[in-house]
Nanobody, 120 residues
Framework: QVQLVESGGGLGQAGGSLRLSCAAS????????MVWYRQAPGKQRELVAT???????NYVDSVKGRFTISRDDAKNTVYLQMNSLKPEDTAVYYC??????????????WGQGTQVTVSS
């Protein structure tokens, strides 16, 4: 079983910064793609940023130039550096990872979510 545990959420101010972390624990071979999603009240869950095992990144247009996704494979951790925060960034942020259990089997896991609230 693999667990993803997010941390770093909380209250931020418009124009400020927050850094989210998501650490994977358990028994597995490696981690493939890692993703940050978010879900604002009354809205559908939205993909925010992805990073592949090779380090290729992609972002939703609304966060390009403000957010940076990165990973530390030695720590099995993915980060989301959020700068120039806006009130519309307020949401629960979820970590998602595709985990390789061996050379043939891979499964996807979700974290429990961490609340980010940005005040104007």
């Amino acid at each position: 079983q693999v667990q993803l545990v997010e941390s770093g959420g909380g209250l931020g101010q418009a124009g400020g910064s927050l850094r989210l972390s998501c650490a994977a624990s358990g028994s597995f071979f490696s981690i493939n793609t890692m993703v940050w999603y978010r879900q604002a009240p009354g809205k559908q869950r939205e993909l925010v940023a992805t990073i592949t095992s090779g380090g290729t990144t992609n972002y939703v247009d609304s966060v390009k130039g403000r957010f940076t996704i990165s990973r530390d494979d030695a720590k099995n951790t993915v980060y989301l550096q959020m700068n120039s925060l806006k009130p519309e960034d307020t949401a629960v942020y979820y970590c998602y990872a595709i985990v390789n259990h061996d050379t043939k089997n891979r499964y996807a896991y979700w974290g429990q979510g961490t609340q980010v609230t940005v005040s104007s």
